[in-house]
């Protein structure tokens, strides 16, 4: 008789630490040269006598310092919009918003992660052959490379987010894209470091992202939420708001994935202190403990953000919304929360920095209870 074969499982690779897989503020997106000038000239105002090069060590520092300490969060900038949409832009969405909190004094060095290094033209390493992988790992990683080590954005980000986890665990991050696939990489982290269990969902978009491929291409930003909210066990604690346009009705889409679905035209008739009230008391019923926001800045009328790929009109404003996240985070504390297809190369210089005010002033609501 042929002898039994025995299965040989190999054990993954082990992959560098969380510090190893991140770059110095602003320098993440690895493309032309050019521009690398100014942004390292913001890095020496920002950290001043910190080479770009000795960046990772001192990421490392600030993750196990959150362990005793938490500060209200961590920036981290995903300058990738490989996996985005209509029109291109948002990869400098990071640079930008980073540069404005830092300005008026919202955002200081030691509470950056930096960020994800982003090869332009790689979304997610599932789409990419052996030999694409082993091509862009050794040009990422140089020698060190070893085969299942993360290459693209997506995979990157969901790697790190759950490494800085595991050093932290008490780890608050506000992840600044970056196109809206983004999302995708961090509730796959969250998922990865159990941190879903009593969570709630508000998810700010004029789209609703929930088509579960788009030409066959599984992650993007057409596709996230799809794959996203099923990893919840109560799928109705994750609640859109600010939907005004879709190929499929409300009721289609709430049957089909189980969550709630508000659109713009009858939010905007509701009072926002008492539709987040409503909200609160219906996640708390389902048991929901914390929150998560995801931010896609379209969600917000072209009149307050016009810089994005792809503005809708009638749109949430920006007073509006404020007055919800403010609601919301006070009732149930942030675990974390992003800030998505930002594009301040779209338009004019005007557009770009009325966009940009629009933002802050929606972020500067967020609370971040300790």
């Not at 001043?48 to 196990?64: C, F, I, M, Q, T």
């Not at 290459?151 to 790190?160: D, G, R």
Request: charged content about 25%; aromatic content about 8%.
């Amino acid at each position: 008789m042929p002898r039994a074969t025995r299965t040989v499982r190999r054990a993954a690779p082990k992959l560098p630490a969380a510090e190893a897989l991140l770059r110095a503020p602003g320098l993440g997106l690895l493309t032309v040269t050019t521009g690398g000038a100014a942004q390292r000239e913001f890095l020496a105002r920002y950290s001043p006598g910190l080479d770009a090069s000795e960046w990772p060590l001192d990421v490392k520092a600030r993750l196990r310092a959150a362990k005793a300490l938490p500060p209200p969060f961590f920036f981290l900038g995903v300058p990738s919009d490989s996996g985005g949409g209509v029109c291109r832009g948002a990869a400098h969405g990071p640079a930008a918003l980073r540069a404005r909190l830092f300005e008026l004094g919202r955002l200081e060095a030691s509470r950056d992660l930096g960020d994800i290094a982003c090869i332009p033209q790689l979304s997610h390493d599932s789409i990419l052959n052996a030999r694409q992988l082993r091509a862009s790992g050794r040009a990422l990683w140089g020698t060190e490379y070893r085969a299942g080590w993360p290459v693209s954005a997506l995979n990157l980000t969901e790697e790190t987010l759950l490494r800085a986890w595991k050093l932290a665990p008490k780890f608050r991050p506000l992840v600044v894209g970056g196109d809206h696939s983004v999302s995708g990489a961090v509730f796959a982290a969250l998922a990865r470091a159990g941190k879903l269990k009593d969570l709630a969902v508000l998810h700010i978009d004029a789209h609703t992202d929930l088509m579960e491929s788009r030409f066959g291409i599984e992650h993007c930003f057409a596709t996230w939420t799809a794959h996203a909210v099923r990893r919840l066990k109560d799928p109705a604690r994750w609640v859109q708001i600010g939907v005004r346009t879709s190929g499929r009705t409300k009721t289609e889409w709430e049957s089909r994935f189980g969550l709630r679905q508000l659109w713009a035209d009858e939010l905007l008739r509701q009072d926002p202190v008492r539709f987040a009230d409503g909200l609160v008391e219906d996640w708390k019923r389902r048991g929901a403990r914390r929150l998560y926001v995801s931010f896609d800045v379209d969600g917000l009328d072209p009149a307050d953000v016009s810089a994005t790929g792809t503005p809708e009109p009638r749109g949430l404003r920006v007073e509006w919304l404020r007055k919800v996240l403010a609601r919301c985070t006070k009732a149930l504390p942030l675990v974390g929360a992003d800030v998505m297809e930002f594009a301040p190369v779209l338009g004019s210089k005007e557009d770009a920095e009325r966009s940009l005010d629009a933002i802050v002033r929606c972020l500067e609501a967020l609370e971040w209870q300790s």
